[in-house]
C-alpha cells in the first residue's frame, strides 16, 4: 500500500464518478459532538449502507433495523467499512458512543480489522489555519503512518476544518465571535468550516469515489465536492460594512 497525497484536479484517489456498489455493513467509532451525529445520520439514512454497527459504552435501545449499538470489544460483528471520528473536544456534552482522541487511531483501527473491515475512514478535524499548509494533505502522526501497514485495503483520512468554539457569554464570548469572524473573512473560502451535515454527507461522497490505496483529503478537498454536489450548502463569505 502506497501513501497518496490527495489532489482532486489530479484525481490522484478519487474519481469524480459515483462507484454504483451493492450495500455494504458499516461499523461507526467516536460518534460524538455535532460531526459525530451527523455522520452517523447519514450513514443510518444512506442507500450504501444496509447495517451500521455503533460503538457504544453500554447498551441502548434503537428505532431502525439498520442501527445497530455494539459495545466495543464484546461479541463479533463484521463490517465491510469502518468509520472513525477522532475528537480532542473532552469538554462535549455526555455521549453513549466511545470517544476517541487523535493519539488513540490505531486503537480503533485494531478493532476495525477485528471486526474484518477492509475500508477504514479517519475523520480528523483540523483548524482553518492548518488547513493552508500540506499537514491537510499528509500523514501527520505516526499513528497514521502505521495505518499504511495495518492491512486495510483503503484507508481514507479526511481532515475537514475544524468549527471554532460557540461564543460564550461575557467579554471573553464577544472575543471569540469577534477573531471567528475576522478568520472568516481573511481566509480563502474553501478552508472555513462547513456545517458538520454537510461534512457528513461530503465524507460520504469521498468514500464513494475513493481508490484503493491510502488517500488524506483536506477540507479544499471537501469544499470541491460539496461545489460538484451541493454548491447551496457552501459558507456565504461575510462582508465587511
Not at 43 to 62: E, N
Not at 168 to 185: F, N, Q, T, W
Amino acid at each position: 500500500m502506497t501513501s497518496t497525497i490527495l489532489p482532486v484536479a489530479d484525481h490522484a484517489a478519487i474519481d469524480d464518478k459515483q462507484r454504483v456498489s451493492e450495500p455494504r455493513t458499516a461499523l461507526a467509532l467516536g460518534m460524538v459532538g455535532a460531526l459525530g451525529d451527523e455522520l452517523l445520520a447519514a450513514l443510518v439514512g444512506s442507500a450504501d449502507y444496509r447495517v451500521v454497527h455503533v460503538g457504544v459504552k453500554q447498551p441502548i435501545g434503537t428505532a431502525t433495523a439498520r442501527f445497530r449499538p455494539w459495545i466495543v470489544g464484546g461479541s463479533g460483528i463484521a463490517a465491510d467499512d469502518a468509520f472513525v471520528c477522532l475528537t480532542e473536544d473532552v469538554a462535549s456534552a455526555p455521549s453513549p458512543f466511545v470517544r476517541y482522541r487523535p493519539d488513540q487511531v490505531l486503537e480503533a483501527a485494531r478493532i476495525a480489522r477485528e471486526c474484518g473491515a477492509r475500508r477504514l475512514v479517519i475523520v480528523s478535524p483540523l483548524s482553518a489555519l492548518l488547513q493552508l499548509n500540506a499537514a491537510a494533505r499528509t500523514l501527520s502522526s505516526t499513528g497514521e503512518v502505521e495505518l499504511i501497514e495495518a492491512g486495510f485495503d483503503t484507508v481514507l483520512i479526511v481532515r475537514p476544518t475544524a468549527d471554532a468554539q460557540r461564543p460564550g457569554a461575557g467579554l471573553r464570548g464577544v472575543a471569540r465571535a469577534v477573531a471567528r469572524m475576522v478568520l472568516e473573512i481573511m481566509l480563502p473560502p474553501q478552508v472555513q468550516p462547513l456545517r458538520a451535515r454537510t461534512v457528513a454527507a461530503a465524507i460520504l461522497e469521498a468514500v464513494r469515489r475513493v481508490k484503493p490505496g491510502i488517500s488524506v483529503i483536506g477540507a479544499r478537498e471537501l469544499s470541491a465536492i460539496v461545489e460538484q454536489t451541493m454548491p447551496q450548502a457552501l459558507p456565504r463569505r461575510p462582508r465587511i460594512r
